[in-house]
Each structure stands twice: as structure tokens, then as C-alpha cells.
């Protein structure tokens, strides 16, 4: 059971616009903590892909965006392209654990 | 750029003790104040934070594991460590070492990840 909250799966056709949403609580992300995104491939490590409110490192196309009000968090992608099929996953810092925690992540299927 | 690097058995048996070493290469482990961390990866798929070591010498491990688990600096050889003790069938999982900027930013850099097997 993980502290923050996914869809196990979302699924959209090339050229679509999907969003994955990340539920936590007061402890986290309503606490006022950056909620950051990852997307892992198969067989490889995550990738941050959206850092807090919407900061994107370089070489992430701006199709991916991130946004956060009270506890919960969306990350949208629009013109859904078939390299964007992948394990996404949401991650704040928790007060409560003084550490990290995780979304149960989301697989995203591009049909 | 600084890479990181695991490494360390990949079969463990139960009742023993567990054992990674993340190797930092293109900068010092001591420059910086940085979150070295553990964080590892079920079959099933979920993330679990294991804790993390600041630059300082300070730990911080999750609750659920902090009876069995330690990490450690070795700024001699640039090297971060976890043992996690007493491991049974539920500790196995893909164990990556990573790094953050301090506690509320995002986890930058990541180990490539070893798999580390619990079975007699």
C-alpha cells in the first residue's frame, strides 16, 4: 500500500491527451513538499521527469506537464506518442516518515 | 557528470545480512550538501524509500526498516553503503542508490540498480 495514491493504468491513442493523477495527504504533498514525477522504461531507472511545480529538466519535451493543488497532483502529457509508453510514478518528501514516498505508479499504454 | 553505481551479491540467504556498495564516480561524495539514499523496487513494481545519509554523516531511515538497516559514507574511497540485516523472501527486490539535492527536491541522479534475490 503506498502513501500517495495512482491509477495502476491509463492507456490513450497517439496524438491524445492523458492524466495521471497522485493523491496524498497533509503529511506530504499538502504539507506544502514539491511532488516530483518519474517515468522508468523497462529494465531501467527512473527518470525524473517533472520537478515540482512544473520545472521540467532539459531534454524532457514540454508535451509533459506537472500540477499540484492541496494534496493531490496531475501529470498531463498531450500528443500522446508512442515512446511515451512507460511506468510513471509521483514522490514527495513526508514529514510524518522524514523521508520519502512513492505512488504505486502508473503503467501508460499508448494504443 | 557524476555517475553512481551499485554493487554487491545478488543472492542472499535468509536470517542474513544484505550488503550494497554505491560507488560515486566524476565527483566527491563529500562536496556538496547532498541526500545520499537507498531506495528499492519490489517485482510487483513499488518504490520504497530505505533511508538516506546527508553529506554530514546524518542518517535517516524508513520506520518500516529502521531496526535492520544502516548506511554509511566512505569519503576515503567515495563510496555510500547499506546492510539491511535479518532479510527474508519479502527484501527481495531491485536496490538502486541515489542522490537529491536536500530532502524536499526531486532525486536527480540514480544508480542503474542490482537485484538482490532472499532465497536459501
Do not use: M
Not at chain 1, 53 to 68: E, L, M, T
Not at chain 1, 87 to 102: E, I, K, M
Not at chain 2, 21 to 29: A, F, K, P
Amino acid at each position: 500500500q503506498s502513501v500517495l495514491t495512482q491509477p495502476p493504468s491509463v492507456s490513450g491513442a497517439p496524438g491524445q491527451t492523458v492524466t495521471i493523477s497522485c493523491t496524498g495527504s497533509i503529511s506530504n504533498i499538502g504539507a506544502g513538499y514539491d511532488l516530483h514525477w518519474y517515468q522508468q522504461l523497462p529494465g531501467t531507472a527512473p527518470k525524473r521527469l517533472i520537478s515540482g511545480n512544473n520545472n521540467r529538466p532539459s531534454g524532457v519535451p514540454d508535451r509533459f506537464s506537472g500540477s499540484q493543488s492541496g494534496t493531490s497532483s496531475s501529470l498531463v502529457i498531450t500528443g500522446l506518442q508512442a515512446e511515451d509508453e512507460a511506468d510513471y510514478y509521483c514522490q514527495a518528501y513526508d514529514r510524518r516518515l522524514s523521508g520519502w514516498v512513492f505512488g504505486g505508479g502508473t503503467k501508460l499504454t499508448v494504443l | 557528470q557524476v555517475q553512481l553505481q551499485e554493487s554487491g551479491p545478488g543472492l542472499v540467504k535468509p536470517s542474513q545480512t544484505l550488503s550494497l556498495t554505491c560507488t560515486v564516480s566524476g565527483g566527491s561524495i563529500s562536496s556538496g550538501g547532498y541526500f545520499w539514499s537507498w531506495i528499492r523496487q519490489y517485482p510487483g513494481k513499488g518504490l520504497e524509500w530505505i533511508g538516506y545519509i546527508y553529506s554530514s554523516g546524518t542518517t535517516y531511515y524508513n520506520p518500516s526498516l529502521k531496526s535492520r538497516v544502516t548506511i554509511s559514507l566512505d569519503t576515503s574511497e567515495n563510496q555510500f553503503s547499506l546492510r539491511l540485516n535479518s532479510v527474508t523472501a519479502a527484501d527481495t527486490a531491485v536496490y538502486y542508490c541515489a542522490r537529491a539535492g536536500y530532502y524536499g527536491s526531486a532525486i536527480v541522479l540514480w544508480g542503474q540498480g542490482t537485484l538482490v534475490t532472499v532465497s536459501s
